[in-house]
């Protein structure tokens, strides 16, 4: 829903069309792909994440306010361990999103990343790295800060509470999702590199916010920048409040365990 002039049989009113019409036409597991590269990311780069969240969280609230909880602790904490998140995630979403475009020519995950690398250089997967970096440093400062600010409306005792957890993380992540969609258009156009927004491009290769951002507007005008806001905010609803949860469970049964070790010594 994002593609800036989609070809005729890929334009779609809204979410639940675009579902339908791709099951439709391209088979029921056409939505599905990219999901193992995607899977194969997600670990390691969500484990640097919260490892570095969690530690700059500490540290800084620390300094700021020392035994209360400090949003702007929070949401530096969040900035910082983007930079992390992003440089093991950036590659996985060039191919994730090239794989998912309407009759894309890559039927594997390997045959994208060959294409990618013989065509474009190893440069193609961070192409869109500092974009993606303007993207999510501010959507990762609104998600943490929206998330510890409900946290300590719903869950002031900051107990292992899991429907706490899920409704702050789906809030917090929409809230942000939001916010920040005409960045995530100009990331999903430096990736795709989509072919149309190309012919209106006089430099060929499109690099750079700056250069994204006014080849949207040529191409579609300032609602460009807010196509497929409905499915961003539909698509990190449940992926953070299932992100925070599970972060959370996990998280509790860990300390649970230091604990009792410590009580047993």
């Known amino acids: 829903m994002q593609s800036l002039q989609p070809e005729p049989a890929a334009r779609y009113r809204n979410v639940l069309e675009a579902l339908w019409r791709i099951v439709q036409t391209e088979g029921f597991w056409r939505p599905m792909r990219g999901m193992n590269i995607t899977a194969t990311g997600a670990g390691p780069a969500h484990a640097l994440y919260f490892a570095c969240y969690e530690k700059l969280k500490k540290t800084l609230s620390d300094v700021i306010h020392a035994g209360g909880n400090s949003h702007v602790a929070n949401g530096a904490a969040g900035c910082v361990a983007t930079l992390l998140h992003d440089a093991a995630m950036n590659p996985v979403e060039v191919v994730k999103q090239r794989m998912q475009m309407y ?23 961070y192409r ?37 957890h899920v409704v702050s993380g789906a809030c917090a ?13 100009c990331k999903t156009l430096l990736n795709t590199q989509e072919s149309l927004a190309l012919n209106s ?31 961003r905010v539909i698509y990190q609803m449940p992926s953070t409040a299932i992100a925070w949860s599970v972060y959370e469970f996990f998280k509790y049964i860990l300390t649970k365990r230091q604990e009792e070790r410590r009580a047993g010594k």
């Open 173 to 185: 992540g929409a809230v942000a999702a939001a916010a920040t969609t005409p960045l995530d258009v």
């Open 128 to 164: 869109s790295y500092t974009t993606q970096l303007t993207m999510n440093i501010p959507f990762q400062a609104i998600h943490f800060m929206t998330y510890e600010f409900l946290q300590e409306q719903l869950n002031p005792q900051r107990q292992y509470n899991p429907g706490s």
């Open 201 to 231: 491009n006089i430099s060929g290769h499109i690099t750079g916010m700056a250069n994204a951002f006014r080849t949207v507007y040529r191409v579609g005008g300032v609602t460009a920048y807010f196509r497929g806001v409905q499915a």
């Open 103 to 125: 009759n894309s020519p890559y039927q594997r995950v390997t045959d994208c990343v060959q294409a990618v690398w013989r065509n474009e250089g190893a440069g193609a997967f």
